[in-house]
């Protein structure tokens, strides 16, 4: 068995175990995947699925049925699931090779053969992470007969989850992990929907010690030792303490070491509605960690040094817009925002800027200039001479500063698209040439908050652009490595095929301005970035939107339309904001 299956086996074993003394299982019926953000009920109005196993004298679609229905809602070790096999296929099948996530129902054809001719809408992997999917899923079961009984001698790899029951019965949840060594980083996975938040637990500590999904693992880090396993089999909850029994191999782990620990397991945990605090145990003895209790060694979910956060906290609530060339402050204080001169050249229309990006810091402006062929970087409200970081360069892309103080742009060279990152020692700005496949037709790009992920827009004709996720790994060379599609354009969902804008509404969510077609108006859709939930966020009402500006701490978000017209989301609706600005930043 490979590692990965191992892995999601221990992740089964541990809910199998729970669950089978839980009784019945408190979940959603309707709506959405939600993570937990509250304290969960006990077993109030469960919902509770009977599978049944099969009866004497299935007709072999009765018998495919039943083995949907018994894939399609969690039962311990599906045990019942593999009574429709034939004996050699039960021993042979592998519920913890995955999941597909499908929609539609079997057919009966001739010879006693039954197919599933439905659609594929998405899949776990053996890591749990989550891939969207449309496309035609045909599956032949390959009924026999067993001792005078109609049976499946060829069941798919892994579950078949119906849609339906994947969207009332799974639960998203986060596990984290550290990026250059500086911030923690969400890694999205599903598991079954669980009552009881020690099952939960359980389940979560397993999945992280397991590490991160194989799209994430090349661009982040863990504190977890090689071979760490939770020294018996849950994680138990008491009067909000969540303890964690872990093996002897984190003994040996230096202070610093452990406080990454400590971090990535509470953010892991505190997700789970009730708990307060986690006291790590080995051999059955508190685990000393730093910043825990000096008494009895429980690390507070409030604990952990707000530096490590995924999204970084940003200094002040300033905003800037560009207005005529001219970057100005933004005073919001009142439903009627006005702008404040400020003093400096990227001020006063000796450079007009096109794009502008604010340090998380809010000290720094970065600035595309010259029709988005020069990049400038100046202090804000100083007389200092701008800082010319790149010219010769043509396309400029609207900038970004990360939280490491990093500032990012994509542009023209040589016939072809470059990315570039640049870092500062003071006043000397170092240039480092980022390397990137298939960097061809990017529109826009904007940084996850911790700095490890990049959204991109890849434009691919003129009637069809796209969504992709990458990675940036930081070694002796910076890499974006990995971009994927997002598949957006999905059926009975929203179609997006054409995106104008993207931005991280916060850790683990894009706002993303998108289209149905090319004639259409632009519209903003809330987008997991695992593309498993899009929702749209508004009505596009002569909006002739081009760009977006938020902000992940606040989760504030502002819309530029293309005559300088600006719309501000006020929790329930989107407001007129600003008139005649070019474009509009947050810090960071």
Same mark, same amino acid.
């Given at each position: 068995?490979?590692?990965?299956?191992?892995?999601?086996?221990?992740?089964?074993?541990?809910?199998?175990?729970?669950?089978?003394?839980?009784?019945?299982?408190?979940?959603?019926?309707?709506?959405?995947?939600?993570?937990?953000?509250?304290?969960?009920?006990?077993?109030?109005?469960?919902?509770?699925?009977?599978?049944?196993?099969?009866?004497?004298?299935?007709?072999?679609?009765?018998?495919?049925?039943?083995?949907?229905?018994?894939?399609?809602?969690?039962?311990?070790?599906?045990?019942?699931?593999?009574?429709?096999?034939?004996?050699?296929?039960?021993?042979?099948?592998?519920?913890?090779?995955?999941?597909?996530?499908?929609?539609?129902?079997?057919?009966?054809?001739?010879?006693?053969?039954?197919?599933?001719?439905?659609?594929?809408?998405?899949?776990?992997?053996?890591?749990?992470?989550?891939?969207?999917?449309?496309?035609?899923?045909?599956?032949?079961?390959?009924?026999?007969?067993?001792?005078?009984?109609?049976?499946?001698?060829?069941?798919?790899?892994?579950?078949?989850?119906?849609?339906?029951?994947?969207?009332?019965?799974?639960?998203?949840?986060?596990?984290?992990?550290?990026?250059?060594?500086?911030?923690?980083?969400?890694?999205?996975?599903?598991?079954?929907?669980?009552?009881?938040?020690?099952?939960?637990?359980?389940?979560?500590?397993?999945?992280?010690?397991?590490?991160?999904?194989?799209?994430?693992?090349?661009?982040?880090?863990?504190?977890?030792?090689?071979?760490?396993?939770?020294?018996?089999?849950?994680?138990?909850?008491?009067?909000?303490?969540?303890?964690?029994?872990?093996?002897?191999?984190?003994?040996?782990?230096?202070?610093?070491?452990?406080?990454?620990?400590?971090?990535?397991?509470?953010?892991?945990?505190?997700?789970?509605?009730?708990?307060?605090?986690?006291?790590?145990?080995?051999?059955?003895?508190?685990?000393?960690?730093?910043?825990?209790?000096?008494?009895?060694?429980?690390?507070?979910?409030?604990?952990?040094?707000?530096?490590?956060?995924?999204?970084?906290?940003?200094?002040?609530?300033?905003?800037?817009?560009?207005?005529?060339?001219?970057?100005?402050?933004?005073?919001?204080?009142?439903?009627?925002?006005?702008?404040?001169?400020?003093?400096?050249?990227?001020?006063?229309?000796?450079?007009?800027?096109?794009?502008?990006?604010?340090?998380?810091?809010?000290?720094?402006?970065?600035?595309?200039?010259?029709?988005?062929?020069?990049?400038?970087?100046?202090?804000?409200?100083?007389?200092?001479?701008?800082?010319?970081?790149?010219?010769?360069?043509?396309?400029?892309?609207?900038?970004?500063?990360?939280?490491?103080?990093?500032?990012?742009?994509?542009?023209?060279?040589?016939?072809?698209?470059?990315?570039?990152?640049?870092?500062?020692?003071?006043?000397?700005?170092?240039?480092?040439?980022?390397?990137?496949?298939?960097?061809?037709?990017?529109?826009?790009?904007?940084?996850?908050?911790?700095?490890?992920?990049?959204?991109?827009?890849?434009?691919?004709?003129?009637?069809?652009?796209?969504?992709?996720?990458?990675?940036?790994?930081?070694?002796?060379?910076?890499?974006?490595?990995?971009?994927?599609?997002?598949?957006?354009?999905?059926?009975?969902?929203?179609? !997006?095929?054409?995106? /104008?804008?993207?931005?991280?509404? #916060? $850790?683990? =969510? &894009?706002? %993303?301005?998108?289209?149905?077609?090319?004639?259409?108006?632009?519209?903003?859709?809330?987008?997991?970035?695992?593309?498993?939930? !899009?929702?749209?966020? /508004?009505?596009?009402?002569?909006? #002739? $939107?081009? =760009? &977006?500006? %938020?902000?992940?701490?606040?989760?504030?978000?502002?819309?530029?339309?293309?005559?300088?017209?600006?719309?501000?989301?006020?929790?329930?609706?989107?407001?007129?904001?600003?008139?005649?600005?070019?474009?509009?930043?947050?810090?960071?």
């Amino acid at each position: 068995m490979s590692l990965a299956r191992r892995h999601l086996a221990a992740i089964v074993i541990v809910i199998a175990s729970v669950l089978a003394a839980a009784g019945c299982v408190s979940v959603p019926t309707s709506g959405p995947i939600e993570k937990v953000e509250g304290p969960q009920p006990g077993c109030q109005n469960c919902v509770n699925v009977e599978v049944k196993p099969p009866a004497l004298a299935d007709e072999p679609k009765k018998i495919v049925e039943g083995y949907l229905r018994a894939t399609s809602n969690y039962q311990p070790n599906y045990s019942v699931a593999r009574q429709f096999l034939t004996r050699m296929a039960a021993e042979k099948w592998s519920p913890e090779m995955g999941v597909r996530i499908y929609r539609g129902s079997p057919t009966a054809k001739p010879n006693n053969t039954v197919v599933l001719n439905g659609q594929l809408v998405g899949s776990l992997g053996p890591d749990r992470a989550y891939t969207a999917s449309d496309k035609p899923l045909i599956i032949n079961f390959g009924l026999t007969q067993e001792r005078g009984e109609w049976r499946i001698s060829n069941p798919p790899a892994g579950l078949l989850v119906a849609e339906y029951s994947f969207n009332s019965f799974y639960q998203s949840y986060d596990r984290y992990f550290i990026g250059n060594g500086t911030s923690l980083v969400p890694d999205p996975i599903y598991l079954p929907a669980l009552s009881n938040p020690a099952n939960v637990a359980s389940a979560l500590i397993k999945a992280l010690l397991s590490g991160p999904s194989n799209w994430l693992r090349s661009a982040v880090t863990t504190a977890v030792p090689p071979n760490t396993s939770l020294s018996v089999d849950s994680v138990t909850i008491t009067n909000g303490i969540a303890e964690v029994p872990l093996s002897d191999s984190v003994m040996a782990l230096p202070d610093k070491q452990r406080g990454w620990l400590a971090a990535q397991i509470v953010y892991t945990l505190r997700q789970i509605g009730g708990i307060k605090g986690v006291l790590i145990k080995v051999n059955q003895q508190p685990y000393r960690v730093p910043g825990s209790d000096p008494n009895s060694l429980v690390i507070s979910i409030d604990a952990i040094p707000q530096e490590m956060d995924p999204v970084p906290f940003v200094a002040g609530e300033q905003l800037y817009a560009v207005q005529g060339g001219k970057i100005r402050r933004v005073t919001a204080t009142s439903d009627s925002p006005t702008l404040e001169n400020l003093t400096g050249p990227l001020t006063d229309g000796r450079y007009p800027v096109n794009a502008l990006a604010v340090s998380v810091a809010n000290t720094d402006f970065a600035a595309t200039t010259n029709d988005r062929t020069v990049l400038r970087l100046a202090p804000i409200m100083s007389e200092e001479q701008p800082v010319t970081v790149l010219k010769d360069v043509s396309g400029l892309l609207r900038p970004q500063f990360t939280r490491y103080g990093e500032i990012w742009a994509i542009g023209q060279k040589g016939g072809g698209q470059h990315i570039w990152m640049f870092t500062r020692d003071g006043k000397k700005v170092t240039r480092h040439d980022v390397e990137s496949p298939m960097l061809k037709g990017v529109k826009a790009f904007k940084i996850s908050p911790d700095g490890t992920r990049m959204a991109l827009v890849r434009q691919i004709d003129k009637n069809r652009s796209q969504l992709e996720l990458a990675t940036i790994i930081r070694s002796e060379k910076i890499m974006v490595s990995g971009p994927h599609r997002l598949d957006i354009a999905r059926t009975r969902l929203p179609a !997006i095929d054409m995106i /104008g804008d993207v931005a991280w509404l #916060n $850790a683990t =969510e &894009l706002l %993303v301005l998108g289209a149905g077609k090319v004639d259409t108006v632009y519209a903003p859709f809330r987008v997991a970035q695992d593309a498993s939930q !899009i929702n749209g966020q /508004g009505n596009p009402e002569n909006w #002739n $939107a081009v =760009e &977006l500006a %938020v902000s992940p701490r606040r989760q504030t978000a502002i819309i530029i339309g293309q005559h300088g017209h600006t719309w501000r989301d006020n929790g329930s609706q989107w407001l007129p904001f600003l008139n005649g600005v070019s474009t509009i930043a947050y810090p960071g």
